[in-house]
């Protein structure tokens, strides 16, 4: 039966990892995939998580079952982390995933679920994997602008412009803080006028929120999402552990989903699990529970919080050097808006011609829309990209 499948289009940011570990030269660069590396290009696991570790594996005395969306404990610590009190506990449902793409992939089969013809709006750009799970899924994504390529800021109006041709149940994807893969954010005003938006058109928000902690700080990054759950009548939260907590390959997300109506939140519950039960059943425990281990105690989550932070202030860091050096060796303030951008990644606006030779010539690796991530630089090669950068004329 094999013989009549097809090939499937690879998948870019994979693709580019491939390309980079088979590439000879020591001088190489790797700014594709979103992991965060040290200085020592190192992808560190964190204190926190080691200690958390260490007592799970002294604590532990069973690994059966725990059940169909994980444990409660986890649910409740990562809706506390999230929305802290924007909302009440029973207006809220959740269930863990296998990170935060196997939420973003429930979301959309839950959306399909509850209203097949619903149209999901996605940023022009967005994380490509957005596109490729809601074309599997045979799902209509409508694109709304997003990045004004002049300025390397959101195009705002834009934004909204299109944002307001959604219908009620439609569905708007946004990506809660530490935009993939421009690195362009909505200001507070902003955020309000897509909120208004949302609410004139009846359109539901889904918010995917995988770096939270990686932009202007863990409190400041969950803002928007929890002053949207706070406006809007229901709200789909896709959330990601892999980064803030760099436990990439153990797999730990989490669906949210949000219900200010006066009926039950129990129906939702209870598709959640059902859900998780066709495509997995159970989700991974590991990851949640050293994350639910973390977030409820006071001394391994002050550690945590302060890793992070210094993640947060050495990839702000880079992004200030960068800018500053791609000044001084283009003579022009062309890449200020690098220093503007928050998170892992910018997108620096090179075509893909020009992101082709600066692999090829100067073995640096970006994705083909130019998105680079900023934690995959340290102090020496940030000379060598603002070089290949002005010599492949960007
Ligand atoms: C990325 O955008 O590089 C990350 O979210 C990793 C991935 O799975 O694509």
Known sequence: MFHTLQTQPADKILALMKMYKEDPREQKIDLGVGVYKDAEGNTPVMRAIKAAEQKLWTTQDSKSYVGLVGDPAFS???????????LPRNAIAAAATPGGTGAVRQAFELIKMARPEARVFVSDPTWPNHLSILQY???????????????????????IEDIAQAKAGDVVLLHGCCHNPTGANLNTVQWQDVIDTLLKT?????????YQGFGDGLEEDAQPTRRIVSAVPNCIIAASCSKNFGIYRERTGILILT??????????QDTLAFLNRQNFSF?????ARLVTMI??????????????????RSMLELRTQLARTLRDVSGSDRFAFLAEHRGMFSRLGATPKQVELMREKYGVYMVGDSRINIAGLNAKTIPALAQAIVACEV
């Open 202 to 210: 009846g359109a539901v928000p889904m918010i995917d929120i995988a």
């Open 259 to 268: 219900h200010q109506e006066k009926t039950s939140i129990g129906l939702a």
């Open 283 to 287: 989700p991974p425990d590991h990851g």
């Open 295 to 312: 977030l409820n105690d006071d001394a391994l989550r002050q550690d945590w919080q302060d890793e992070l932070e210094m993640v947060r």
């Open 137 to 159: 899924l045979d799902m209509e994504a409508v694109p709304y602008r997003y990045f004004d390529k002049t300025t390397g800021a959101v195009d705002h109006a834009g934004m």
């Open 76 to 86: 409740d610590a990562m809706i506390s982390l999230l929305l802290a009190d924007a």
